[in-house]
């Protein structure tokens, strides 16, 4: 069984940073693409960023380039999202994807809430 947990969010003041974690199960983590979305209310996900199989070929939003960084670890079976320089316009439900290669296979996590306020 496929499982995608993501933790991490949570309430913090513009400015400040978070880091988000998606930890997975149930797959072969290596042979997929990873990615974190996010929603904010009344609008469309959106991607925030994505990783490919070695870690490499990285892609970003153009809201968050520069102050998020999405990385992986293909040992612990894990997808993490350092933001920094947080703003109000971060604040949404941010969900981890992956991507399986061989079938093209999508999966997701329940979302983790990050808020932006003062």
């Known amino acids: 069984q496929v499982r995608l947990v993501e933790s991490g969010g949570g309430w913090v003041q513009p400015g400040g940073s978070l880091t988000l974690s998606c930890a997975a199960s149930?797959?072969?983590?290596?042979?997929?693409?990873m990615r974190w979305y996010r929603q904010a209310p009344g609008k469309e996900r959106e991607l925030v960023a994505a990783?490919?199989?070695?870690?490499?070929?990285?892609d970003y939003g153009d809201s968050v380039k520069g102050r998020f960084t999405i990385t992986r670890d293909n040992a612990k079976d894990t997808a993490d999202l350092q933001m920094n320089s947080l703003k109000p316009e971060d604040t949404a439900v941010y969900y981890c994807?992956?991507?399986?290669?061989?079938?093209?296979?999508?999966?997701w996590g329940q979302g983790t809430q990050v808020t932006v306020s003062s």
């Open positions: 994807q992956a991507h399986i290669v061989l079938g093209g296979y999508e999966y």
């Open positions: 149930g797959f072969i983590f290596s042979q997929a693409i």
């Open positions: 990783v490919n199989l070695a870690g490499i070929g990285i």
